[in-house]
T-cell receptor, first 113, second 112 residues
Framework: EAGVTQFPSHSVIEKGQTVTLRCDPI?????LYWYRRVMGKEIKFLLH????????ESGMPNNRFLAERTGGTYSTLKVQPAELEDSGVYFC???????????FGPGTRLTVL | DQQVKQNSPSLSVQEGRISILNCDYT??????FLWYKKYPAEGPTFLIS?????DKNEDGRFTVFLNKSAKHLSLHIVPSQPGDSAVYFC???????????FGTGTRLQVTL
């Protein structure tokens, strides 16, 4: 069974540009989460989807971040326009209904110059 | 306000000995606690969890202890192996559906 996949693995962009990150959860997992780790600090929650609906987006830093999960399968996280402080590693995780464990993808390392 | 804290950024242990990683929390509403292991350039990998109604959970070489009155949990690895060298994150959740709240991680180095 394939795990959580993320694309790209690494993105380097200039301040003011737009970047879109993609996450493909484990097949059948209705719950999808986005997290971010900045400068080696703790991994922080961004938002949670249940199927295509946003269940909790309390961790989204500001309106430059837009997450979607059309059709309840893969999800995208767009940053527009990117700022220097958006640099970090963005993780996606998925979880099956009734489970506790969240399965993480390898992350996308975003560098904003 | 950091609700989950790992006060030791790093730990070095000799192969074959016990590794003890500690975690403190402030939110008494947490229902589950989880430990994740992370290698460089990879995502966190689930290790073991414990419900807030338990005080111990064991899985092979890994045991997690929970002391609710002290709001403290620890992960014991016995015996430690070089492949255990990684960053270990303590995390907590309120209810089964919610977000994980992570600590800052402890880097474990198991030496030969």
């Amino acid at each position: 069974e394939a795990g959580v996949t993320q694309f790209p693995s690494h993105s380097v962009i200039e301040k003011g540009q737009t970047v879109t990150l993609r996450c493909d959860p484990i097949s059948g997992h209705d719950n999808l989460y986005w997290y971010r780790r900045v400068m080696g600090k703790e991994i922080k929650f961004l938002l949670h989807f249940v199927k295509e609906s946003k269940q909790d987006e309390s961790g989204m830093p500001n309106n430059r971040f837009l997450a979607e999960r059309t059709g309840g399968t893969y999800s995208t996280l767009k940053v527009q326009p990117a700022e220097l402080e958006d640099s970090g590693v963005y993780f996606c995780a998925s979880r099956e209904i009734g489970g506790i464990e969240q399965f993480f993808g390898p992350g996308t390392r975003l560098t904003v110059l | 306000d950091q609700q989950v804290k790992q006060n030791s950024p790093s730990l070095s242990v000799q192969e074959g000995r016990i590794s003890i990683l500690n975690c403190d929390y402030t939110n008494s509403m947490f229902d589950y606690f989880l430990w994740y292991k992370k290698y460089p350039a990879e995502g966190p990998t689930f290790l073991i969890s414990i419900s807030s109604i338990k005080d111990k959970n064991e899985d092979g070489r890994f045991t997690v202890f929970l002391n609710k009155s002290a709001k403290h949990l620890s992960l014991h690895i016995v015996p430690s192996q070089p492949g255990d060298s990684a960053v270990y994150f303590c995390a907590a959740i309120t209810g089964t559906a919610s977000k994980l709240t992570f600590g800052t991680g402890t880097r474990l180095q198991v030496t030969l």
